[in-house]
């Protein structure tokens, strides 16, 4: 995590130093859109700032697709971004979602001592994938020791701060079957969407 966290400041300084070098201004706050060539930006130091552009390009990146009755704090419930921050192995670690990201996490933290379990709500791992990828893949995964719980759909989390755990609800869709499980940290790991909802994008014309 230290060696992580020094590459990014690494990273990121020299970016800022290039920006400098090329006479790029750096303005650090959230932007919105007042029409399609004025942005206002609230500063990180509290002012707010107008800006005027005849060409803008959109680049915010992603952010977690959100799942229903699991809300994600970051300290128990966690996204992709919260669980590259864990300082400690959890014993017992849920992962929700069989794509790409969810079986990345799984795998490193099951090398690292967890028992995970991963919980998908289709009937197969990887859905973008070629059908038989998705069954070899399973069945790598499953002799590894990742644990799995296919057509299954999360119906609730809740912390249990007293516990320091969450106790997870799930379903199963073809018989409608409950089960409740706890867990040391839950990762949500659904998809990811456009980071948009605060650019006011109508007000630029954009649907």
Known sequence: MDQKNKVIKGLTS?????????????IKGWGSFEDPHN?????????VQNIYAKNIIIA?????????NVN???KYILSSTGILEMTE?????LVIGGGVIG?????????????????????RILPPEDEDVSKEAL????????????????NKATVLENEKCVEVEYEDIKT????????????????????????????????
Request: hydrophobic share 35%.
């Open 14 to 26: 020299g970016i800022e130093g290039l920006f400098k070098k090329n006479k790029v201004d750096y």
């Open 176 to 207: 409608g079957k409950k089960i409740v499980n706890k867990y040391d940290k839950v990762l949500v790991s659904i998809g990811r969407k456009a980071n948009t909802s605060k650019l006011n994008l109508e007000k630029a014309g954009i649907q």
């Open 39 to 47: 942005l206002k930006i609230n500063l990180n130091d509290g002012n």
């Open 139 to 154: 069945k790598i995964f499953k002799k590894k020791g990742l644990n799995f719980t296919l057509e299954t759909k999360v």
């Open 72 to 74: 994600i704090d970051e």
């Open 103 to 123: 079986l990345e996490m799984a795998s490193v933290w099951h090398n690292y001592g967890s028992h995970v379990e991963i919980v998908e709500f289709l009937d």
């Open 89 to 93: 192995v959890p014993k017992k670690l």
């Open 60 to 68: 915010t990146g992603s952010e977690v697709t959100p799942l229903p």
